[in-house]
C-alpha cells in the first residue's frame, strides 16, 4: 500500500466522497497537479462510488419492502377472530416497518424517495387514523421526520390537508403517545414555513396548543408551549391573535398549575405578548390576575437552582416588563 494512501482518510459515505469531487475541483482551479491521479487511486474511487451508488439504492430496495408489509390488505374482523396470535404478528410486522422507513429516511434523498413512491399517501390514508394506537403514532413520526427541513415534503403534505388530521390527533387523541407525535409532526409542517402556518391559523391552531398545555400529558404540555413560544417569536405579528383569545389569562392558569420545567416555556411566551404589545402589557396587569405576587413568589423559589436559571431570567424580565415602578419626580420635576 502507498504512503499517500496510509496517511490519508478516504470518506465513507456519499457526502464525503462529494466533499472529495468538490475538493478536487478546488484544487483544479489552482496550479496544475505535479503528478496525475494514480491508478490506485482511480480504482479507490471507481469502488467508492460503486459502493455508495449501491447502498443507495439498497435503501431504496428497503423502503419498498417496508412498503410492500404496510401495503398488504388487513383480514376483515370475521376473518380475524379467532386469529389474534396471528393479527398480534401483523401490527408488530408493520410497526417495524415504519420504524424502518422513520431511521431511512433521517436521509433526505431517503425522504423524498418515500414521497415518490407514495409512501407518505398511503401513511396518511391508512394509518394516521388507524384502530392500533402503535401504528398512528409511528405514521405521525414518520410523517415529522420527512418534513423536518424537507420544503418539498412540506409543500406535498399542506396540499393533501394532513394538518387538520395531525391538530384533531394532538386535540383528541386518546393514547398519550398519539397526541404527541402528531404535535411533532404539527411542528414540522408549520414551523420556517409559511403556508404551513396559514394553515394552521385556519384551522384554530393556538386553542389546539392552548388545550395542550393544559392537559395532563407533561410532553404534550412542554412541547405545546416550546411551540407556542416559537410561534411567537418568529412570528410577533400573530401577538394581536393570540391575545384576543385570552391567551395571557390562560397563561397565567397554567403557572399556578403544580411547578414543572415548561413553566419556562409559558414565561417566555408571556414575555412575548408583553414587549412591544400594549395589549399584552394591560391583561398582564390586571390586577385580577395576581400576576405581580405570583411572579415575586416564583422568583423566590428559583434563587440558588441552576437548572431553573433562564426560567428565573423569564420570571425577573417579565416582572420588570410589567411592574417595575416609575420613581416619583419632586415639584421640579427632577427625580428624587
Known amino acids: 500500500m502507498s504512503e499517500d494512501r496510509q496517511g490519508r482518510r478516504y470518506p465513507q459515505n456519499l457526502q464525503g466522497v462529494l466533499q472529495l469531487a468538490v475538493d478536487a475541483g478546488s484544487a483544479a482551479e489552482g496550479p496544475a497537479p505535479v503528478e496525475p491521479m494514480s491508478e490506485e487511486r482511480k480504482t ?131 393514547h398519550p403517545t398519539v397526541r404527541v407525535k402528531a404535535l411533532y409532526a404539527v411542528s414540522c409542517l408549520v414551523r420556517e414555513q409559511d403556508a404551513g402556518l396559514q394553515a394552521f391559523l385556519s384551522h384554530d391552531g393556538f386553542s389546539v396548543l392552548m ?25 410577533p405579528e400573530q401577538k394581536d391573535t393570540v391575545v384576543s383569545m385570552g391567551m395571557v389569562q390562560q397563561l397565567v392558569s397554567v403557572l399556578r398549575t403544580p411547578h414543572s420545567p415548561f413553566h419556562e416555556h409559558v414565561l417566555g411566551a408571556l414575555c412575548c405578548l408583553v414587549e412591544d404589545f400594549p ?32 426560567e428565573l431570567d423569564f420570571c425577573e424580565r417579565l416582572r420588570l416588563m410589567c411592574f417595575q415602578r416609575q420613581q416619583p419626580s419632586d415639584d421640579n420635576g427632577m427625580d428624587r
Open 211 to 235: 388545550r395542550g398545555m393544559q392537559s395532563e400529558n407533561e410532553k404534550l404540555r412542554t412541547k405545546s408551549a416550546f411551540l407556542l413560544l416559537n410561534l411567537l417569536t418568529s412570528h
Open 279 to 310: 395589549q399584552g402589557l394591560k391583561d398582564c396587569r390586571n390586577p385580577g390576575l395576581g400576576l405581580e405576587e405570583l411572579l415575586r413568589q416564583r422568583a423566590n423559589e428559583l434563587q440558588g437552582k441552576d437548572e431553573s436559571q433562564e
Open 44 to 174: 479507490w474511487l471507481r469502488e467508492a462510488l460503486a459502493d455508495v451508488c449501491k447502498g443507495q439504492m439498497d435503501e431504496v430496495e428497503q423502503m419498498k419492502q417496508c412498503l410492500a408489509i404496510l401495503r398488504k390488505e388487513e383480514g376483515s374482523e370475521q376473518e380475524r377472530e379467532g386469529e389474534e396470535e396471528r393479527e398480534e404478528d401483523d401490527e408488530d410486522e408493520r410497526e417495524s416497518a415504519f420504524e424502518m422507513l422513520s431511521e431511512l429516511c433521517e436521509n433526505l434523498d431517503n425522504a423524498r424517495d418515500l414521497l415518490t413512491l407514495g409512501g407518505l399517501d398511503l401513511c396518511i390514508s391508512r394509518y394516521l387514523c388507524h384502530i392500533q394506537s402503535g401504528l398512528r403514532w409511528r405514521a405521525a413520526e414518520l410523517i415529522a421526520c420527512c418534513a423536518q427541513n424537507m420544503p418539498q415534503v412540506q409543500v406535498h403534505m399542506l396540499n393533501i390537508r394532513v394538518l387538520p388530521k395531525l391538530l384533531q390527533l394532538t386535540d383528541s387523541d386518546p
